[in-house]
Protein backbone atom coordinates (compact mmCIF):
# COMPACT_ATOMS: atom_id res chain seq x y z
CA UNK A 1 0.00 0.00 0.00
CA UNK A 2 1.33 3.39 -0.76
CA UNK A 3 2.32 5.75 2.02
CA UNK A 4 -0.42 8.41 0.44
CA UNK A 5 -3.17 5.86 -0.07
CA UNK A 6 -2.67 4.56 3.79
CA UNK A 7 -3.15 8.19 5.32
CA UNK A 8 -5.92 9.05 3.41
CA UNK A 9 -7.39 6.05 4.47
CA UNK A 10 -5.79 6.58 7.98
CA UNK A 11 -7.62 9.68 8.22
CA UNK A 12 -11.37 8.52 7.23
CA UNK A 13 -12.94 9.01 10.36
CA UNK A 14 -12.77 12.03 13.23
CA UNK A 15 -11.61 9.81 15.55
CA UNK A 16 -7.82 9.49 14.26
CA UNK A 17 -7.64 12.80 13.17
CA UNK A 18 -8.43 14.51 16.53
CA UNK A 19 -5.91 11.45 18.26
CA UNK A 20 -3.30 12.76 15.48
CA UNK A 21 -4.10 16.44 16.48
CA UNK A 22 -3.77 15.64 19.81
CA UNK A 23 -0.24 14.19 19.16
CA UNK A 24 1.04 16.85 17.56
CA UNK A 25 0.06 19.36 20.27
CA UNK A 26 1.92 17.05 22.71
CA UNK A 27 5.48 17.02 20.12
CA UNK A 28 5.41 20.55 20.16
CA UNK A 29 4.45 21.17 23.71
CA UNK A 30 7.53 18.80 24.45
CA UNK A 31 9.72 21.00 22.13
CA UNK A 32 8.89 24.05 23.52
CA UNK A 33 7.69 23.43 26.71
CA UNK A 34 10.10 26.20 28.67
CA UNK A 35 8.26 28.98 25.87
CA UNK A 36 5.09 28.14 26.47
CA UNK A 37 5.35 27.29 30.43
CA UNK A 38 3.82 30.65 32.05
CA UNK A 39 6.04 30.40 34.82
CA UNK A 40 8.93 28.40 36.16
CA UNK A 41 8.32 24.70 36.70
CA UNK A 42 10.79 24.61 39.76
CA UNK A 43 10.69 27.61 41.01
CA UNK A 44 9.24 27.67 44.82
CA UNK A 45 6.70 30.42 46.35
CA UNK A 46 5.15 29.32 49.75
CA UNK A 47 3.12 32.25 50.34
CA UNK A 48 1.14 30.93 46.95
CA UNK A 49 1.47 27.50 48.28
CA UNK A 50 -2.06 25.36 47.15
CA UNK A 51 -4.01 28.27 45.56
CA UNK A 52 -7.32 26.58 43.04
CA UNK A 53 -7.59 27.04 39.53
CA UNK A 54 -7.48 31.38 38.71
CA UNK A 55 -6.28 33.47 36.20
CA UNK A 56 -2.87 33.69 37.07
CA UNK A 57 -2.60 29.85 37.62
CA UNK A 58 -4.68 28.08 35.43
CA UNK A 59 -4.11 24.70 36.91
CA UNK A 60 -3.99 26.16 40.29
CA UNK A 61 -0.72 25.83 42.59
CA UNK A 62 1.17 22.76 44.50
CA UNK A 63 2.32 22.32 47.96
CA UNK A 64 5.62 24.61 47.60
CA UNK A 65 3.34 27.17 45.22
CA UNK A 66 4.73 25.54 42.13
CA UNK A 67 2.74 26.55 38.80
CA UNK A 68 0.68 23.48 38.18
CA UNK A 69 0.15 24.54 34.65
CA UNK A 70 4.05 25.15 33.68
CA UNK A 71 4.81 21.64 35.18
CA UNK A 72 2.17 19.99 33.32
CA UNK A 73 3.60 21.26 29.84
CA UNK A 74 7.34 20.70 31.01
CA UNK A 75 5.83 17.19 31.85
CA UNK A 76 5.31 16.16 28.59
CA UNK A 77 8.87 16.48 27.35
CA UNK A 78 9.73 13.64 30.43
CA UNK A 79 6.85 11.32 29.40
CA UNK A 80 7.43 11.65 25.74
CA UNK A 81 11.24 11.25 25.77
CA UNK A 82 11.43 8.08 28.09
CA UNK A 83 8.08 6.52 26.57
CA UNK A 84 9.80 6.78 22.96
CA UNK A 85 13.34 5.36 24.43
CA UNK A 86 11.93 2.94 25.61
CA UNK A 87 9.67 1.93 22.96
CA UNK A 88 12.92 2.43 20.38
CA UNK A 89 14.91 0.16 23.07
CA UNK A 90 11.91 -3.02 22.39
CA UNK A 91 11.84 -1.60 18.90
CA UNK A 92 14.93 -2.61 17.91
CA UNK A 93 15.95 -5.19 20.13
CA UNK A 94 12.46 -6.86 19.52
CA UNK A 95 12.56 -7.07 15.63
CA UNK A 96 16.01 -8.21 15.74
CA UNK A 97 15.33 -11.03 17.73
CA UNK A 98 12.46 -11.64 15.86
CA UNK A 99 14.03 -11.37 12.35
CA UNK A 100 16.57 -14.01 13.36
CA UNK A 101 13.97 -16.26 14.76
CA UNK A 102 11.77 -16.17 11.91
CA UNK A 103 14.42 -16.40 8.87
CA UNK A 104 16.88 -18.86 10.73
CA UNK A 105 14.12 -21.26 12.65
CA UNK A 106 15.30 -24.60 14.27
CA UNK A 107 17.47 -23.85 17.14
CA UNK A 108 18.21 -20.46 16.66
CA UNK A 109 14.09 -20.02 16.87
CA UNK A 110 13.94 -22.03 19.87
CA UNK A 111 16.53 -20.24 21.95
CA UNK A 112 15.20 -16.84 21.60
CA UNK A 113 11.89 -17.62 21.42
CA UNK A 114 12.05 -19.51 25.23
CA UNK A 115 13.81 -16.46 25.74
CA UNK A 116 11.43 -13.97 25.20
CA UNK A 117 8.52 -17.01 27.00
CA UNK A 118 10.62 -16.56 30.16
CA UNK A 119 10.57 -12.83 29.47
CA UNK A 120 6.82 -12.51 28.88
CA UNK A 121 6.25 -14.46 32.05
CA UNK A 122 6.78 -11.84 34.28
CA UNK A 123 3.74 -9.28 34.90
CA UNK A 124 4.89 -6.46 32.91
CA UNK A 125 5.06 -3.66 35.77
CA UNK A 126 6.33 -6.21 38.46
CA UNK A 127 9.40 -6.85 35.73
CA UNK A 128 10.32 -3.04 35.45
CA UNK A 129 10.00 -2.89 39.60
CA UNK A 130 12.46 -5.48 39.83
CA UNK A 131 14.88 -4.21 36.76
CA UNK A 132 14.79 -0.71 38.80
CA UNK A 133 15.24 -2.50 41.98
CA UNK A 134 19.03 -3.80 40.59
CA UNK A 135 19.30 -0.54 38.70
CA UNK A 136 18.15 2.03 41.20
CA UNK A 137 15.73 4.64 40.43
CA UNK A 138 15.80 7.45 37.63
CA UNK A 139 14.33 7.98 34.47
CA UNK A 140 17.47 6.85 32.45
CA UNK A 141 17.32 3.40 34.41
CA UNK A 142 12.83 3.48 33.85
CA UNK A 143 13.77 3.87 30.18
CA UNK A 144 15.47 0.55 30.17
CA UNK A 145 13.42 -1.29 32.45
CA UNK A 146 10.25 -0.99 30.60
CA UNK A 147 12.22 -1.70 27.41
CA UNK A 148 12.83 -4.78 28.49
CA UNK A 149 9.42 -5.35 29.50
CA UNK A 150 8.25 -4.94 25.98
CA UNK A 151 10.94 -6.41 23.79
CA UNK A 152 9.03 -9.75 23.77
CA UNK A 153 5.81 -8.74 22.10
CA UNK A 154 8.17 -7.01 19.45
CA UNK A 155 9.89 -10.25 18.66
CA UNK A 156 7.16 -12.27 18.54
CA UNK A 157 4.58 -9.89 16.55
CA UNK A 158 7.90 -9.67 13.52
CA UNK A 159 8.40 -13.44 14.15
CA UNK A 160 5.34 -14.53 13.49
CA UNK A 161 5.31 -11.92 10.30
CA UNK A 162 8.74 -13.55 9.40
CA UNK A 163 6.99 -17.21 9.40
CA UNK A 164 5.08 -15.71 6.60
CA UNK A 165 6.89 -13.44 4.11
CA UNK A 166 10.18 -16.55 4.42
CA UNK A 167 8.32 -18.52 2.28
CA UNK A 168 7.49 -16.28 -0.48
CA UNK A 169 8.43 -16.16 -3.98
CA UNK A 170 10.49 -13.09 -3.81
CA UNK A 171 12.78 -14.01 -0.88
CA UNK A 172 13.51 -17.63 -2.72
CA UNK A 173 14.48 -15.58 -6.09
CA UNK A 174 16.54 -13.74 -4.14
CA UNK A 175 18.11 -16.50 -2.09
CA UNK A 176 18.47 -18.75 -5.54
CA UNK A 177 20.23 -15.48 -7.22
CA UNK A 178 22.98 -15.96 -4.54
CA UNK A 179 22.18 -13.10 -2.19
CA UNK A 180 23.54 -13.81 1.71
CA UNK A 181 21.51 -13.97 4.26
CA UNK A 182 21.15 -10.40 5.65
CA UNK A 183 20.50 -9.11 2.52
CA UNK A 184 17.74 -10.92 2.13
CA UNK A 185 16.52 -9.93 5.83
CA UNK A 186 17.13 -6.50 5.30
CA UNK A 187 16.29 -5.59 1.98
CA UNK A 188 13.31 -8.39 0.95
CA UNK A 189 12.25 -9.51 4.47
CA UNK A 190 11.91 -6.34 6.99
CA UNK A 191 10.29 -4.18 4.51
CA UNK A 192 7.45 -6.53 3.98
CA UNK A 193 7.01 -6.91 7.98
CA UNK A 194 6.51 -3.72 9.36
CA UNK A 195 2.80 -3.25 9.22
CA UNK A 196 2.12 -4.87 12.43
CA UNK A 197 5.19 -3.38 13.87
CA UNK A 198 4.55 -0.08 13.10
CA UNK A 199 0.77 -0.17 14.40
CA UNK A 200 2.26 -2.04 17.91
CA UNK A 201 4.78 0.74 17.84
CA UNK A 202 1.84 3.28 18.73
CA UNK A 203 0.28 0.78 21.14
CA UNK A 204 3.34 0.33 23.48
CA UNK A 205 3.58 3.99 22.89
CA UNK A 206 0.65 4.46 25.09
CA UNK A 207 1.82 1.65 27.38
CA UNK A 208 5.08 2.98 27.90
CA UNK A 209 3.49 6.36 28.71
CA UNK A 210 1.70 5.13 31.29
CA UNK A 211 4.29 2.46 32.53
CA UNK A 212 6.71 5.58 33.19
CA UNK A 213 3.83 7.50 34.64
CA UNK A 214 2.96 4.45 37.15
CA UNK A 215 6.96 3.90 38.49
CA UNK A 216 7.62 7.31 38.43
CA UNK A 217 4.16 7.27 40.95
CA UNK A 218 5.54 4.58 43.13
CA UNK A 219 9.20 6.61 43.47
CA UNK A 220 10.81 4.74 41.09
CA UNK A 221 10.92 6.51 37.92
CA UNK A 222 11.55 10.11 36.98
CA UNK A 223 13.15 12.07 40.08
CA UNK A 224 12.33 14.62 41.96
CA UNK A 225 12.58 18.21 41.23
CA UNK A 226 12.19 17.20 37.18
CA UNK A 227 8.14 17.81 36.91
CA UNK A 228 6.95 14.31 35.51
CA UNK A 229 3.30 13.53 35.22
CA UNK A 230 3.09 10.33 37.63
CA UNK A 231 5.74 12.19 40.33
CA UNK A 232 3.06 14.97 40.45
CA UNK A 233 0.18 12.98 41.17
CA UNK A 234 2.28 11.45 43.76
CA UNK A 235 2.46 14.39 45.42
CA UNK A 236 -0.86 15.51 44.79
CA UNK A 237 -2.38 12.64 46.17
CA UNK A 238 -1.47 13.58 49.80
CA UNK A 239 -3.23 16.79 49.12
CA UNK A 240 -6.19 15.11 47.29
CA UNK A 241 -9.12 16.71 49.50
CA UNK A 242 -7.60 20.22 49.78
CA UNK A 243 -6.20 20.44 46.60
CA UNK A 244 -8.10 18.34 43.91
CA UNK A 245 -6.11 20.28 40.70
CA UNK A 246 -2.72 18.62 42.22
CA UNK A 247 -4.06 15.40 41.35
CA UNK A 248 -6.76 15.87 38.60
CA UNK A 249 -4.52 17.72 35.68
CA UNK A 250 -1.14 15.14 35.61
CA UNK A 251 -3.64 12.64 35.38
CA UNK A 252 -5.74 14.04 32.59
CA UNK A 253 -2.47 14.47 30.76
CA UNK A 254 -1.31 11.33 30.77
CA UNK A 255 -5.40 10.13 30.20
CA UNK A 256 -5.27 12.14 26.91
CA UNK A 257 -1.89 11.07 25.98
CA UNK A 258 -2.47 7.31 26.51
CA UNK A 259 -5.55 7.31 24.62
CA UNK A 260 -4.45 9.42 21.65
CA UNK A 261 -1.85 7.13 21.19
CA UNK A 262 -4.36 4.07 21.44
CA UNK A 263 -6.91 5.18 19.45
CA UNK A 264 -4.07 6.15 16.62
CA UNK A 265 -3.57 2.36 17.11
CA UNK A 266 -6.12 0.99 16.23
CA UNK A 267 -6.81 2.85 13.31
CA UNK A 268 -3.68 1.96 12.20
CA UNK A 269 -4.30 -1.73 12.38
CA UNK A 270 -7.49 -1.25 10.32
CA UNK A 271 -5.37 0.44 7.79
CA UNK A 272 -2.55 -1.68 7.74
CA UNK A 273 -3.27 -5.25 9.35
CA UNK A 274 -6.87 -5.84 9.70
CA UNK A 275 -6.08 -9.78 10.36
CA UNK A 276 -4.16 -8.60 13.57
CA UNK A 277 -7.19 -6.86 14.65
CA UNK A 278 -9.55 -9.91 14.23
CA UNK A 279 -7.24 -12.04 15.93
CA UNK A 280 -6.86 -9.59 18.90
CA UNK A 281 -10.48 -9.75 18.69
CA UNK A 282 -10.40 -13.26 20.01
CA UNK A 283 -8.27 -13.65 22.56
CA UNK A 284 -8.83 -10.53 24.20
CA UNK A 285 -4.61 -9.18 24.35
CA UNK A 286 -4.95 -5.38 24.30
CA UNK A 287 -0.82 -4.68 24.77
CA UNK B 1 -5.25 -34.02 23.16
CA UNK B 2 -2.76 -35.46 25.80
CA UNK B 3 0.07 -35.07 23.70
CA UNK B 4 -0.77 -31.58 23.58
CA UNK B 5 -1.34 -31.17 27.59
CA UNK B 6 2.52 -32.95 27.63
CA UNK B 7 3.84 -30.76 25.51
CA UNK B 8 2.18 -27.44 26.57
CA UNK B 9 3.60 -28.70 30.28
CA UNK B 10 6.90 -29.38 29.17
CA UNK B 11 7.37 -26.30 27.68
CA UNK B 12 5.75 -24.66 30.95
CA UNK B 13 8.51 -26.47 33.17
CA UNK B 14 11.69 -25.12 30.60
CA UNK B 15 10.20 -21.10 30.66
CA UNK B 16 9.89 -21.87 34.45
CA UNK B 17 13.74 -22.92 35.06
CA UNK B 18 14.49 -19.78 32.82
CA UNK B 19 12.41 -17.40 35.31
CA UNK B 20 14.15 -18.98 38.27
CA UNK B 21 17.87 -18.46 36.68
CA UNK B 22 16.16 -14.73 36.20
CA UNK B 23 15.22 -14.62 40.03
CA UNK B 24 18.17 -15.75 41.00
CA UNK B 25 19.97 -13.13 39.29
CA UNK B 26 18.02 -10.20 41.11
CA UNK B 27 20.19 -11.04 44.01
CA UNK B 28 23.17 -11.44 41.93
CA UNK B 29 23.35 -8.28 40.17
CA UNK B 30 22.95 -5.91 42.27
CA UNK B 31 25.76 -3.95 42.33
CA UNK B 32 27.86 -4.58 45.80
CA UNK B 33 27.26 -6.49 48.69
CA UNK B 34 23.37 -7.13 48.80
CA UNK B 35 22.72 -7.64 52.64
CA UNK B 36 25.20 -4.54 53.32
CA UNK B 37 23.10 -2.81 50.83
CA UNK B 38 20.07 -3.66 52.75
CA UNK B 39 21.56 -3.67 56.44
CA UNK B 40 23.22 -0.43 55.86
CA UNK B 41 26.80 0.48 56.75
CA UNK B 42 26.41 0.48 60.72
CA UNK B 43 24.80 -3.23 60.46
CA UNK B 44 25.48 -5.48 63.75
CA UNK B 45 28.15 -7.82 62.38
CA UNK B 46 26.89 -10.73 63.87
CA UNK B 47 23.68 -10.22 62.04
CA UNK B 48 25.69 -9.61 59.07
CA UNK B 49 27.54 -12.63 58.77
CA UNK B 50 24.57 -14.40 59.97
CA UNK B 51 22.32 -13.29 57.22
CA UNK B 52 25.46 -14.20 54.93
CA UNK B 53 25.44 -17.36 55.78
CA UNK B 54 21.87 -17.83 55.75
CA UNK B 55 21.87 -16.75 52.00
CA UNK B 56 25.05 -18.72 51.20
CA UNK B 57 26.66 -15.64 49.76
CA UNK B 58 29.84 -16.91 50.24
CA UNK B 59 29.33 -20.38 48.17
CA UNK B 60 30.29 -20.47 44.37
CA UNK B 61 27.69 -19.06 42.25
CA UNK B 62 25.93 -22.81 40.65
CA UNK B 63 25.88 -23.95 44.35
CA UNK B 64 23.62 -21.04 45.79
CA UNK B 65 21.43 -21.16 42.78
CA UNK B 66 21.12 -25.28 43.07
CA UNK B 67 20.71 -24.80 46.64
CA UNK B 68 18.53 -21.64 46.14
CA UNK B 69 16.57 -23.90 43.56
CA UNK B 70 15.74 -26.75 45.82
CA UNK B 71 14.94 -24.85 48.58
CA UNK B 72 12.38 -22.73 46.46
CA UNK B 73 11.15 -25.93 45.16
CA UNK B 74 9.66 -26.54 48.73
CA UNK B 75 8.39 -23.56 49.47
CA UNK B 76 11.25 -22.24 50.91
CA UNK B 77 12.66 -18.71 49.69
CA UNK B 78 14.85 -17.66 52.90
CA UNK B 79 14.24 -15.27 55.45
CA UNK B 80 13.66 -11.60 55.43
CA UNK B 81 16.94 -9.07 55.72
CA UNK B 82 14.73 -6.45 57.57
CA UNK B 83 13.02 -8.60 60.17
CA UNK B 84 14.33 -12.24 59.57
CA UNK B 85 10.78 -13.87 59.31
CA UNK B 86 10.89 -16.27 56.71
CA UNK B 87 9.64 -15.26 53.27
CA UNK B 88 6.88 -17.34 52.75
CA UNK B 89 5.24 -16.49 55.79
CA UNK B 90 5.30 -12.92 55.07
CA UNK B 91 3.64 -14.26 51.29
CA UNK B 92 1.23 -16.14 52.81
CA UNK B 93 0.08 -13.33 55.09
CA UNK B 94 -0.58 -11.38 51.67
CA UNK B 95 -2.28 -13.60 49.32
CA UNK B 96 -6.16 -13.39 51.40
CA UNK B 97 -5.91 -9.40 50.26
CA UNK B 98 -4.01 -10.11 46.89
CA UNK B 99 -7.20 -12.88 45.90
CA UNK B 100 -9.93 -10.45 47.18
CA UNK B 101 -8.90 -7.75 45.44
CA UNK B 102 -8.46 -9.55 41.53
CA UNK B 103 -11.85 -11.66 42.62
CA UNK B 104 -13.56 -8.25 43.34
CA UNK B 105 -11.68 -6.70 40.02
CA UNK B 106 -12.70 -9.79 37.86
CA UNK B 107 -16.19 -9.61 39.17
CA UNK B 108 -16.31 -5.89 38.34
CA UNK B 109 -14.70 -6.11 34.52
CA UNK B 110 -18.13 -8.38 34.31
CA UNK B 111 -20.56 -6.57 35.23
CA UNK B 112 -18.97 -4.00 33.13
CA UNK B 113 -18.28 -6.30 30.16
CA UNK B 114 -21.37 -8.44 29.75
CA UNK B 115 -24.17 -6.06 29.11
CA UNK B 116 -22.11 -3.44 27.75
CA UNK B 117 -20.73 -6.12 25.10
CA UNK B 118 -24.00 -7.46 24.51
CA UNK B 119 -26.08 -4.24 24.06
CA UNK B 120 -23.18 -2.95 21.69
CA UNK B 121 -23.25 -6.06 19.39
CA UNK B 122 -26.88 -5.72 19.59
CA UNK B 123 -27.07 -2.50 18.45
CA UNK B 124 -23.98 -2.14 15.58
CA UNK B 125 -23.02 1.37 14.72
CA UNK B 126 -25.76 2.57 17.08
CA UNK B 127 -25.19 5.41 19.52
CA UNK B 128 -24.98 2.55 22.41
CA UNK B 129 -22.05 0.55 20.07
CA UNK B 130 -20.26 4.16 19.87
CA UNK B 131 -20.68 4.50 23.51
CA UNK B 132 -19.40 1.02 24.20
CA UNK B 133 -16.59 1.70 21.98
CA UNK B 134 -15.62 4.83 23.94
CA UNK B 135 -15.78 4.07 27.15
CA UNK B 136 -13.99 0.40 26.41
CA UNK B 137 -10.78 2.38 24.59
CA UNK B 138 -10.57 5.04 27.57
CA UNK B 139 -11.05 2.36 30.57
CA UNK B 140 -7.89 0.92 28.95
CA UNK B 141 -6.38 4.34 28.59
CA UNK B 142 -7.20 5.44 31.76
CA UNK B 143 -4.05 4.80 34.77
CA UNK B 144 -5.49 2.95 37.20
CA UNK B 145 -3.92 5.09 40.24
CA UNK B 146 -5.14 8.09 38.74
CA UNK B 147 -8.79 6.81 38.56
CA UNK B 148 -8.56 5.36 42.07
CA UNK B 149 -7.31 9.01 43.35
CA UNK B 150 -10.32 10.23 41.55
CA UNK B 151 -13.13 7.39 43.51
CA UNK B 152 -11.14 8.02 46.62
CA UNK B 153 -11.70 11.88 46.16
CA UNK B 154 -15.49 12.18 45.09
CA UNK B 155 -16.30 8.97 46.87
CA UNK B 156 -14.35 8.90 50.63
CA UNK B 157 -13.52 12.86 50.70
CA UNK B 158 -16.25 14.76 49.22
CA UNK B 159 -19.43 12.04 49.87
CA UNK B 160 -17.78 10.27 52.35
CA UNK B 161 -19.74 7.07 51.17
CA UNK B 162 -16.50 4.63 51.11
CA UNK B 163 -13.47 4.39 53.22
CA UNK B 164 -10.66 5.88 51.24
CA UNK B 165 -7.66 3.50 52.12
CA UNK B 166 -6.93 0.17 53.94
CA UNK B 167 -8.24 -3.53 54.21
CA UNK B 168 -10.19 -5.38 57.11
CA UNK B 169 -9.98 -9.38 57.17
CA UNK B 170 -12.87 -11.02 56.03
CA UNK B 171 -12.69 -13.27 59.25
CA UNK B 172 -12.98 -10.12 61.36
CA UNK B 173 -16.09 -8.16 59.70
CA UNK B 174 -17.17 -8.74 56.90
CA UNK B 175 -19.14 -5.36 55.86
CA UNK B 176 -16.03 -3.54 56.60
CA UNK B 177 -14.10 -6.07 54.39
CA UNK B 178 -16.55 -5.24 51.75
CA UNK B 179 -16.88 -1.50 52.05
CA UNK B 180 -13.40 -1.85 52.05
CA UNK B 181 -12.66 -3.72 48.57
CA UNK B 182 -14.94 -1.57 46.78
CA UNK B 183 -12.67 1.24 45.42
CA UNK B 184 -9.89 -0.78 44.78
CA UNK B 185 -12.13 -3.35 43.16
CA UNK B 186 -13.22 -0.33 40.84
CA UNK B 187 -10.19 0.88 39.97
CA UNK B 188 -8.28 -2.81 39.08
CA UNK B 189 -11.41 -4.02 37.32
CA UNK B 190 -11.61 -1.14 34.78
CA UNK B 191 -8.95 -1.52 32.24
CA UNK B 192 -10.05 -5.44 32.04
CA UNK B 193 -13.81 -4.62 31.62
CA UNK B 194 -12.67 -2.68 28.62
CA UNK B 195 -11.17 -5.41 27.24
CA UNK B 196 -13.41 -8.11 28.15
CA UNK B 197 -16.27 -5.68 26.60
CA UNK B 198 -14.77 -5.94 23.25
CA UNK B 199 -14.04 -9.90 23.54
CA UNK B 200 -18.11 -9.97 24.59
CA UNK B 201 -19.20 -7.45 21.29
CA UNK B 202 -16.89 -9.52 18.84
CA UNK B 203 -18.25 -12.93 20.22
CA UNK B 204 -21.81 -12.16 20.46
CA UNK B 205 -21.83 -10.43 16.88
CA UNK B 206 -20.25 -13.78 15.52
CA UNK B 207 -22.92 -15.94 17.29
CA UNK B 208 -25.68 -13.73 16.03
CA UNK B 209 -24.71 -14.64 12.47
CA UNK B 210 -24.81 -18.40 13.26
CA UNK B 211 -27.73 -20.86 11.65
CA UNK B 212 -28.93 -22.05 15.14
CA UNK B 213 -29.88 -18.20 15.77
CA UNK B 214 -31.82 -17.71 11.93
CA UNK B 215 -33.52 -21.13 12.88
CA UNK B 216 -34.59 -20.14 16.53
CA UNK B 217 -35.51 -16.90 14.99
CA UNK B 218 -37.42 -18.56 11.96
CA UNK B 219 -39.31 -20.83 14.38
CA UNK B 220 -40.97 -17.81 16.40
CA UNK B 221 -39.12 -17.95 19.13
CA UNK B 222 -39.00 -14.82 21.42
CA UNK B 223 -36.27 -12.74 20.96
CA UNK B 224 -35.40 -12.54 24.81
CA UNK B 225 -35.58 -16.15 24.78
CA UNK B 226 -33.21 -16.51 21.36
CA UNK B 227 -30.73 -14.19 23.26
CA UNK B 228 -30.52 -15.87 26.71
CA UNK B 229 -30.36 -20.12 24.82
CA UNK B 230 -29.03 -19.40 21.60
CA UNK B 231 -26.67 -16.26 21.58
CA UNK B 232 -25.30 -15.49 25.19
CA UNK B 233 -24.98 -19.12 25.78
CA UNK B 234 -22.22 -19.84 23.31
CA UNK B 235 -20.93 -16.01 23.30
CA UNK B 236 -20.01 -16.74 26.63
CA UNK B 237 -18.45 -20.24 26.90
CA UNK B 238 -15.18 -18.73 25.30
CA UNK B 239 -15.32 -15.73 28.08
CA UNK B 240 -14.28 -18.17 30.68
CA UNK B 241 -10.87 -18.76 29.21
CA UNK B 242 -10.67 -15.02 28.50
CA UNK B 243 -11.88 -13.80 31.73
CA UNK B 244 -9.55 -16.39 33.11
CA UNK B 245 -6.29 -15.13 31.66
CA UNK B 246 -7.68 -11.28 32.84
CA UNK B 247 -7.83 -12.91 36.67
CA UNK B 248 -4.04 -14.05 35.95
CA UNK B 249 -3.32 -10.33 34.75
CA UNK B 250 -4.96 -8.64 37.62
CA UNK B 251 -3.59 -10.99 40.47
CA UNK B 252 -0.07 -9.55 39.18
CA UNK B 253 -1.19 -6.53 37.88
CA UNK B 254 -2.86 -4.69 40.81
CA UNK B 255 1.17 -4.03 42.43
CA UNK B 256 -0.37 0.12 41.75
CA UNK B 257 -3.42 -0.20 43.24
CA UNK B 258 -2.47 -1.61 45.92
CA UNK B 259 0.01 1.32 46.34
CA UNK B 260 -2.46 4.04 46.51
CA UNK B 261 -4.69 1.91 48.66
CA UNK B 262 -2.61 0.98 51.01
CA UNK B 263 -4.03 -2.34 50.60
CA UNK B 264 -1.78 -4.96 52.46
CA UNK B 265 -1.08 -7.25 49.27
CA UNK B 266 1.85 -9.11 47.77
CA UNK B 267 2.58 -5.95 44.90
CA UNK B 268 2.77 -3.60 47.87
CA UNK B 269 5.24 -6.46 50.00
CA UNK B 270 6.88 -6.53 46.60
CA UNK B 271 7.01 -2.81 47.03
CA UNK B 272 8.02 -2.33 50.44
CA UNK B 273 11.22 -5.20 49.32
CA UNK B 274 12.49 -2.69 47.19
CA UNK B 275 12.41 -0.37 48.83
CA UNK B 276 14.00 -1.62 51.95
CA UNK B 277 16.15 -3.56 49.68
CA UNK B 278 15.30 -6.98 51.07
CA UNK B 279 16.04 -8.85 47.83
CA UNK B 280 14.91 -12.53 49.26
CA UNK B 281 11.23 -11.56 49.79
CA UNK B 282 11.40 -9.72 46.41
CA UNK B 283 12.62 -12.83 44.49
CA UNK B 284 9.51 -14.82 46.15
CA UNK B 285 7.33 -12.04 45.61
CA UNK B 286 8.24 -12.20 42.02
CA UNK B 287 8.75 -16.20 41.29
CA UNK B 288 5.39 -16.76 42.71
CA UNK B 289 3.63 -14.23 40.45
CA UNK B 290 5.56 -15.17 37.36
CA UNK B 291 4.32 -18.79 38.69
CA UNK B 292 0.45 -17.82 39.02
CA UNK B 293 0.97 -16.13 35.90
CA UNK B 294 2.78 -19.28 33.61
CA UNK B 295 -0.24 -21.85 35.81
CA UNK B 296 -3.25 -19.70 34.90
CA UNK B 297 -1.92 -19.63 31.32
CA UNK B 298 -1.47 -23.39 31.04
CA UNK B 299 -5.24 -24.09 32.83
CA UNK B 300 -6.62 -21.18 29.58
CA UNK B 301 -4.70 -23.43 27.01
CA UNK B 302 -5.43 -26.94 27.75
CA UNK B 303 -9.05 -25.75 28.53
CA UNK B 304 -9.34 -23.95 25.47
CA UNK B 305 -8.01 -26.99 24.03
CA UNK B 306 -10.83 -28.96 25.41
CA UNK B 307 -13.15 -26.51 24.03
CA UNK B 308 -12.01 -26.22 21.03
CA UNK B 309 -10.31 -29.49 18.98
CA UNK B 310 -8.92 -27.68 15.99
CA UNK B 311 -6.32 -26.15 18.52
CA UNK B 312 -4.37 -29.22 19.67
CA UNK B 313 -4.95 -30.40 16.19
CA UNK B 314 -3.26 -27.94 14.85
CA UNK B 315 -0.43 -27.77 17.09
CA UNK B 316 -0.20 -31.27 16.45
CA UNK B 317 0.73 -30.59 12.37
Known amino acids: MRAAETIKLLFRGPTAIVAAIVLAGLVLTAFLGEQLAPHSATETDVSNRLQSPSADHWFGTDELGRDVLSRVILGAEVSLRVGAVAVGISLVAGVLIGLFAGYYGRWVDDVLMRLSDVLFAFPAMLMAIAVLAILGPGSANAMIAIGIVYTPIFARITRASVLSVREEVYVRAARSAGAGDLRIIGRHVLPNVTAPIIVQTSISLAFAILSEAALSFVGLGTQPPDPSWGRMLAEGRGFVEQAWWMAVFPGLAIFVTVLAFNVLGDALRDVLDPRQRQAMAGTGVSA | ?317
Open chain 2, 1 to 317: MTRYALRRLAQSVAVLLGVSVLVFAIMQLVPGDPIRAALGQQADPDTYQALRERAGLDDPVPQQFVTWIGNAAIGDFGVSFRTGETVLSLIAERVPATLALAGGAIVVALLIAIPLGTLSALNPRKPVDWFASLSSQAGLSVPDFWLGIMLILVFAGTLGWLPSSGYVALTEDPVEWARHLILPAITAGVSSGAILTRFVRSSVLESLGQDHVRTARAKGMRARDVLTWHVLRNALVPLVTVAGVQLAYLLSGVVVVEYVFAWPGLGQLAFQAVESRDYPVLQGAVLLFAVIFLLVNLVVDLAYARLDPRITYRSAR
